[in-house]
């Protein structure tokens, strides 16, 4: 468990180091606390963590050793930011010409969206329950942690669209950059995978985990929201 809590510590580390320190050397520095309130928000995401914690345990009873385990969680996280970096590609190449205080009209926009399907309790995820059952049918191989990583990444627009939207058309002004800002937006996106698979010390805490975030998605929701409308604010400000 220690050296799991270890590798753990370095890989958040790395992401949150990294991405403050190219941000400062860009002179994007007064950008970082917005950039990491949307990649945080963005994070924190049900539709993917029910699916992941139920594909390991999946994997746990099929007798999976740890160590095989490990890397077959790790494709499924490498297939997750693959797949949505390609998407923050083409929001990139969308919202190029939008103006950048559209952002902030957008920003708000969704987090009166998030806000109001968080009250009513309105699931924005896309076939949850197909995804669960590829979750126990999908072989534990790496072929199959990126199948079903591919596959989870189609869900995950709607489910938090607001924060990877919002921050796609801010980085699209900035040409050619702009692809590096997605690359390290998603160093931040995949964190609590991260956390899922190595940080909860075995798959009945992961689990735990994960019903927690479900359980207070509603909340989730609604500060998503709130902070969304804050970050609008501040754009048109």
């Known amino acids: 468990m220690k050296r799991e809590i270890k590798y753990l510590l370095i890989i958040i580390g790395i992401a949150f180091g990294l991405s403050s320190l190219s ?131 189609l869900t995950l627009l709607p489910c938090s669209m607001g924060p990877y939207v919002v921050y796609a058309t801010i980085v699209s002004k900035m040409k050619l950059l702009a692809y590096l800002m997605l690359a390290l937006y998603n160093l931040i996106f995949v964190l609590p995978l991260f956390v899922i698979l190595f940080g909860m010390g075995s798959l009945t805490d992961s689990k735990s985990f994960s019903r927690t975030i479900v359980k207070h998605s509603r909340e989730l929701s609604v500060v998503s929201g709130i902070l969304l409308i804050g970050i609008g604010a501040w754009i048109l400000m």
Not at 44 to 72: D, E, H, M, Q
Not at 79 to 92: E, H, P
Request: charged share 10%; glycine share 12%; aromatic share 12%.
């Open 23 to 153: 941000l400062g050397l860009l002179g994007l520095s007064k950008f970082i606390p917005q950039f990491f309130s949307l990649a945080i928000l963005d994070s924190i995401n049900p539709c993917t963590f029910v699916v992941y914690t139920i594909f390991l345990i999946a994997l746990s009873v099929k007798g999976l050793p740890k160590k095989s385990l490990y890397i077959v969680g790790l494709a499924f996280i490498v297939a997750v930011y693959i797949s949505y970096y390609s998407l923050g590609v083409g929001l990139v190449i969308i919202t190029g010409k939008i103006p950048v205080s559209w952002a902030g009209y957008l920003a708000v926009i969704l987090g009166i969206y998030n806000i109001v399907t968080g009250i009513l309790e309105k699931s924005r995820t896309v076939g949850k329950g197909k995804l669960r059952k590829l979750a126990f049918s999908v072989e534990g191989t790496m072929v199959g942690g990126l199948i079903l990583g591919f596959m989870v990444s």
